[in-house]
């Protein structure tokens, strides 16, 4: 076979895989956000309680409705394992609020979110299995007491095929260990979406400022038309984040990355590729004002398949 030949499959392999990653991006968007029919409860600043409670009396299938308010809405540690959607946005219109009653509220997004905090012992979310499919949108966490290991934000474990979508979530003002908003490993063939949601003013001690995420047994990670900006890993790698791929494929399209800092390597995002299973990189139409360092062993797809990376200095 010609070296001409040659080139030709291994450039038409390549898009393939690239045709792949965003064909399951798109079914997975689909999929997640389907929730016509299902019953709908609310909660949020002047309804009372907090999330976790919330969390306890729901079902699979359900829709969480939170208000909007001058104030975070307590989390007070909810810990996610059904398979609902958790949807921001929502303004209280009556004088009072039964969480079964969502007659007395209107939908505001994009005019607000909502906001979720208030809990300093831990992560304001956890995730756990068995959740096999959960939407979180139109929603601002915050972790501003700091001292949590992982994630301040949100953290946790998806496997066994789940599908976990973040749509326009802003992830800010967090701190931990590692993985200052979000960390998240990412197991058993499963899917993490962030679409359109942003990661500022975070802070890990250690490594991965905005957020850290662990990919394993060919799970796949898509960020898409998002913003990382300011966020800070006071004493190790990866300012706006870390990827680390034990086995998966990983595709950034549409993002930015910038103003971040890190005491290492990757002030803008690292990545790194360990073990011996495939690790691919997709990178389409990406600005990096702050740098992006990989390491390891990481296919990388971008300038070789038309798909342009710009960085800055």
Same mark, same amino acid.
């Given at each position: 076979?010609?070296?001409?030949?040659?080139?030709?499959?291994?450039?038409?392999?390549?898009?393939?895989?690239?045709?792949?990653?965003?064909?399951?991006?798109?079914?997975?968007?689909?999929?997640?956000v389907m929730n016509a029919e299902a019953k709908r409860s609310k909660g949020g600043p002047g309804c009372g309680g907090d999330l976790a409670s919330l969390l306890d009396q729901v079902e699979d299938g359900d829709v969480v409705e939170v208000l909007t308010g001058p104030t975070a809405?307590?989390?007070?540690?909810?810990?996610?394992?059904?398979?609902?959607?958790?949807?921001?946005?929502?303004?209280?219109?009556?004088?009072?609020?039964?969480?079964?009653?969502?007659?007395?509220?209107?939908?505001?997004?994009?005019?607000?979110?909502?906001?979720?905090?208030?809990?300093?012992?831990?992560?304001?979310?956890?995730?756990?299995?068995?959740?096999?499919?959960?939407?979180?949108?139109?929603?601002?966490?915050?972790?501003?007491?700091?001292?949590?290991?992982?994630?301040?934000?949100?953290?946790?474990?998806?496997?066994?095929?789940?599908?976990?979508?973040?749509?326009?979530?802003?992830?800010? %003002?967090?701190?931990?260990?590692? *993985?200052? +908003? $979000?960390?998240? &490993?990412?197991? !058993?063939?499963?899917?993490?979406? =962030?679409?359109?949601?942003?990661?500022?003013?975070?802070?890990?001690?250690?490594?991965?400022?905005?957020?850290?995420?662990?990919?394993?047994?060919?799970?796949?990670?898509?960020?898409?038309?998002?913003?990382?900006?300011?966020?800070?890993?006071?004493?190790?790698?990866?300012?706006?984040?870390?990827?680390?791929?034990?086995?998966?494929?990983?595709?950034?399209?549409?993002?930015?990355?910038?103003? %971040?800092?890190?005491?290492?390597? *990757?002030? +803008? $995002?690292?990545? &790194?590729?360990? !073990?011996?299973?495939?690790?691919? =990189?997709?990178?389409?139409?990406?600005?990096?004002?702050?740098?992006?360092?990989?390491?390891?062993?990481?296919?990388?797809?971008?300038?070789?398949?038309?798909?342009?990376?710009?960085?800055?200095?």
């Amino acid at each position: 076979m010609s070296k001409c030949r040659r080139l030709q499959v291994s450039l038409n392999r390549v898009g393939l895989v690239i045709v792949a990653a965003l064909l399951i991006s798109m079914v997975s968007l689909t999929l997640l956000v389907m929730n016509a029919e299902a019953k709908r409860s609310k909660g949020g600043p002047g309804c009372g309680g907090d999330l976790a409670s919330l969390l306890d009396q729901v079902e699979d299938g359900d829709v969480v409705e939170v208000l909007t308010g001058p104030t975070a809405w307590d989390s007070n540690g909810a810990i996610l394992t059904k398979n609902i959607t958790i949807e921001g946005g929502w303004q209280l219109i009556t004088t009072t609020c039964v969480s079964s009653d969502t007659s007395g509220s209107s939908f505001e997004w994009p005019a607000e979110r909502s906001i979720i905090g208030d809990y300093p012992l831990d992560s304001i979310i956890r995730i756990n299995p068995p959740l096999i499919s959960t939407t979180m949108r139109y929603l601002d966490i915050v972790q501003v007491a700091g001292g949590v290991a992982q994630g301040g934000a949100i953290s946790g474990v998806i496997s066994d095929g789940a599908r976990l979508l973040l749509d326009n979530v802003l992830i800010t %003002n967090s701190s931990a260990d590692r *993985g200052g +908003g $979000l960390y998240l &490993e990412v197991r !058993g063939n499963s899917q993490l979406i =962030l679409s359109d949601t942003d990661f500022t003013f975070n802070t890990a001690q250690n490594t991965g400022g905005g957020f850290e995420i662990h990919v394993f047994n060919n799970s796949q990670v898509t960020i898409i038309n998002s913003q990382v900006s300011t966020n800070t890993a006071t004493n190790g790698n990866g300012g706006g984040g870390r990827i680390v791929i034990h086995s998966g494929s990983v595709t950034i399209a549409n993002s930015s990355f910038f103003d %971040n800092q890190a005491n290492g390597s *990757g002030k +803008g $995002l690292l990545v &790194e590729g360990v !073990g011996s299973g495939p690790a691919y =990189l997709i990178l389409q139409n990406n600005v990096f004002s702050s740098s992006l360092q990989i390491s390891g062993t990481v296919t990388v797809l971008d300038k070789q398949t038309f798909l342009p990376i710009v960085f800055k200095k």
